[in-house]
């Protein structure tokens, strides 16, 4: 191999202007890569490196709407130090004012934190009848260090506003800010009364070499109808690790994407530059070297170009944390780990390389197989298809990327339906970018020499129709796919939900109080419409007799995850229809009885006569499954995955949860009429979560079009890639039609009706094909209503077809600008 390495550097010292779009396309597909994956990793790693802080201790015992009885603290200090952290919504008000914000309340212990730092700002402490506030409540109710704060019944001075909270990224989305109190002042505030919602964490900080599954295992012997929910500080956060890891899983396969249409790219810049080197290549052959020998010596150089190319992305890739650090600290969940995450890495370079393998070789071989005398003619020759072997290794690559794809994926169906649905997207567009070809070769021509001519260029040989329409096909289709899906989202959350959805919810009514409470938002809207429903919470314990900490759940069992929600119902719930089994009468009273979702019943495989149990109050609750239904969430009213038949709750400390809808000029005075009446109850703004919800929509809508950008810079490169190899005979079209009396405006209209008509299917091909994917997604994937806006698509869709146009007659200028004798010399 040193003969062929040796012509491959001394090639390589005139430069790499030949293979720069090779370069540039390895660069923007493996540095989105790259970028991803090292991100995603990294909040991961970080996640696990923090795991004390972000849990807030080694291991966490959670109960619900209850405290540890004196025997089972006991049991948990024999462990470790404990610390005692109880959350829980509430109102929170400016004292004097009856502007009430949703907030969500932490009390603590003597000994919290256990791990980290708790800080407030301007060196304030948390003392006895005080409260640490979170910024975006000092924002809403214009509060300052000293004013006073009223939280349900009692009333705080604020002692300042939370600098650093350790275990703050481990409590998951909340709809309100925070506010943090003392464990004692708790009771004052009146929100601990029977059947109020709310969740106690016991968190161990463990002797020095003691393992945290071991103390979980031993609690669970010692007391096994405590009810306790566990974490341990490998996974501090579960459900923000599992956001990352599936938000990085996606991105990672819509950069992979935009590596296959960068591989497009490197087919077209490897052919440019060998069209290049066509006199070279025939010298050598006439001077007796062999197909291998010119393979090798230009397969040393691309291989020379790729991996510069690949560690240039690397680069980028490995530093992407650390610019997320300085520009979007505030939105990442941790800070990330600096650390290069070479596992990352390792697979955006093996993706580089792979992808240059297999879009590199066909070029190459159709080069080297040609014989020297049709190479010195090469601008009128077909060349032939490579070997058996050559398309045997191209398929051994395509294999590998398949492969370490599903390898790294955390949910492998999704990933390979996602490469299924994206391969047959391929080589869809592939077979209309021929079926273009094949009609413009049978149309009727036109009457006009330029518009004969445009339709000439779709068709000819050497036409980059089916590289152009691929490339820019699957680009334009991504952002046409996720314009629809954003239009819809808008359109969900700024017209159909406002509209659906109820004025407020409220929580935590007291249950001897409701019909009070009835007569509260009568006097305040004589015309509300309510809906209350008696609510409970418990997290299921056991499926079919089975401890659910020996199940192995399937991942559709959310059902299993946390606790639920639970309610009794005499009547058959509205927005609901039954799917199996039959509804209890009203007047029921026999043994304990259940309906369940229907879709949560199918991923267990339950079934009517099953049996499901659930702690409420630390109380297991056995109850056979009546019937599963099928639940409309998109109602916005009340709907339990979980409802019981009447007689087994109702004896159980609880409240109650209502819906208000009332006219908008009467909500300030019935969340003012609730708030004095009920200090203790919690009132949801709908308006307020959709809006939240809203934005963080908008954020991951951000974060996927960045990622599918550079699905569509790819398919610029692979634009220029086709007008570089097209260049020569673009260059020789130009010179013999102005030989002909062609004047250069003449060349140039008819080489811009060629790219306007080719953008203008490209773009309506995107429009089709991503709307009808834009409909699956929202209707059958979210089982959202169809309402696209269709504005911002068709503007996607054309500023692509814009931009192919342009840089077409850009990247063509140089040949329409070719003198005829300078060119002529040249044959």
């Known amino acids: 191999m040193s003969l062929p390495l040796r012509f491959a550097l001394r090639e390589l010292r005139g430069g790499l202007s030949g293979l720069r779009l090779l370069a540039v396309c390895l660069i923007l597909g493996v540095a989105a890569l790259a970028g991803v994956g090292s991100l995603a990793s990294a909040i991961t790693q970080g996640l696990s490196e923090r795991g004390q802080l972000v849990l807030g201790g080694d291991v966490e015992a959670d109960l619900t709407s209850r405290f540890a009885t004196p025997d089972e603290r006991a049991l948990l200090a024999k462990q470790g130090v404990v610390s005692e952290v109880v959350r829980l919504r509430a109102m929170a008000a400016r004292v004097g004012s009856d502007d009430r914000i949703l907030a969500e309340v932490k009390a603590v212990d003597g000994n919290w934190p256990l791990y980290g730092v708790f800080r407030i700002a301007g060196g304030g402490r948390l003392l006895p009848g005080t409260a640490a506030i979170a910024p975006a409540l000092a924002d809403k109710l214009a509060l300052k260090t000293g004013d006073r704060l009223a939280i349900g019944a009692g009333a705080f001075t604020v002692a300042g506003i939370v600098a650093e909270e350790p275990d703050k990224a481990g409590e998951g989305f909340g709809f309100g800010p925070g506010v943090i109190i003392r464990r004692a002042d708790l009771d004052a505030t009146g929100l601990l009364a029977p059947g109020s919602l709310f969740r106690t964490h016991y968190r161990l900080k463990l002797p020095p070499g003691v393992a945290p599954p071991a103390v979980v295992e031993a ?20 459900g923000t690790r599992q956001f990352v890891d599936r938000l990085g899983q996606f991105l990672t396969l819509v950069g992979l994407t935009a590596l296959v249409v960068a591989g497009v790219g490197v087919a077209g810049g490897v052919s440019a530059y060998l069209g290049a ?66 596992a990352a890495l390792a697979s955006a370079a ?7 393998l297999a879009f590199a070789l066909w070029p190459l071989a159709q080069a080297a197989r040609m014989p020297a005398a049709r190479l010195f003619r090469s601008l009128t020759e077909r060349r032939d298809r490579p070997g058996i072997g050559i398309v045997a290794v191209m398929g051994v690559a395509a294999a590998a990327i398949i492969g370490i794809a599903v390898a790294n994926a955390t949910d492998r169906l999704f990933v390979l339906g996602f490469i299924g649905a994206a391969l047959g997207l391929i080589a869809l567009l592939w077979g209309l970018a021929a079926l273009v070809a094949w009609a413009a070769a049978r149309a009727p021509r036109p009457r006009g020499t330029l518009a004969r001519l445009a339709l000439a260029n779709l068709h000819r040989p050497g036409a980059p129709t089916r590289q152009l329409i691929v490339a820019l096909g699957l680009g334009l289709t991504l952002f046409s796919t996720l314009a629809v899906i954003e239009t819809n989202f808008d359109g969900q959350i700024n017209r159909t939900l406002p509209d659906r959805a109820p004025s407020f919810f409220v929580i935590d009514i007291p249950n001897e109080d409701l019909a009070a409470f009835r007569g509260v938002v009568a006097k305040a809207a004589p015309a509300a419409a309510i809906t209350t429903v008696p609510s409970l919470r418990g997290p299921v314990t056991a499926v079919k007799g089975v401890p659910v900490a020996r199940l192995n759940a399937p991942p559709g069992a ?18 609901n229809t039954l799917v199996s ?49 099928k639940i409309d969430w998109q109602s916005l009213g009340f709907n339990f995955a979980i409802l019981f038949a009447p007689g087994t709750l109702e004896a159980a400390p609880h409240s109650w949860m209502a819906t208000l809808a009332v006219q908008p000029d009467e909500e300030r005075a019935v969340q003012a009429g609730i708030g004095r009446a009920f200090p203790t109850a919690s009132i949801v703004r709908v308006k307020d979560v959709i809006g939240q919800v809203g934005d963080l929509l908008r954020q991951l809508s951000t974060a996927i079009r960045a990622a599918a950008s550079v699905t569509v810079a790819a398919g610029i490169a692979v634009l220029v890639g086709a007008l570089a190899a097209g260049a020569r005979a673009r260059t020789y079209d130009a010179v013999l039609l102005k030989l002909l009396g062609a004047t250069r405006g003449q060349v140039a209209r008819a080489t811009l009706a060629e790219y306007g008509l080719l953008a203008l299917m490209v773009a309506g091909l995107a429009l089709l094909l991503g709307g009808f994917a834009g409909w699956y997604t929202v209707t059958q994937v979210f089982k959202l209503e169809w309402q696209p806006d269709w504005w911002p698509v068709v503007a996607t869709v054309l500023a692509g077809g814009a931009v192919t146009v342009l840089l077409g007659l850009a990247g063509s200028w140089r040949a329409l600008s070719a003198r005829p004798n300078v060119v002529l010399r040249e044959l």
């Open 219 to 238: 609690v669970r012997k010692a007391a096994p109808d405590a009810g306790f929910q566990f974490q341990d500080r490998s996974n501090g956060a579960p």
């Open 581 to 629: 089994g039959k509804w209890w009468p009203r007047d029921y009273a026999g043994p304990p009885l259940v309906s369940i979702d229907h879709d949560a019943a199918a991923a267990l495989n339950l079934g009517i006569g099953d049996e499901i149990t659930v702690s409420v109050l630390g109380v297991d609750v056995t109850a056979r499954i009546a019937s599963t239904r």
């Open 350 to 356: 093996a993706y580089g390389v792979l992808i240059a």
């Open 277 to 342: 080197r066509t006199r070279t290549i025939a010298t050598l052959k006439t001077l007796g070297a062999d197909t291998a020998t010119i393979r090798a010596v230009y397969l040393w150089q691309i291989g020379l170009v790729t991996l510069g190319a690949v560690v240039i992305g690397l680069a980028i890739g490995a530093v992407t944390p650390w610019v997320a650090v300085q520009f979007a600290a505030d939105s990442l969940p941790v800070p990330p780990s600096l650390r290069p995450q070479w």
């Open 558 to 575: 959310w059902i299993l995850r946390g606790d639920r929600g639970l309610s009794y119902a005499a009547d058959f719930p509205p927005a």
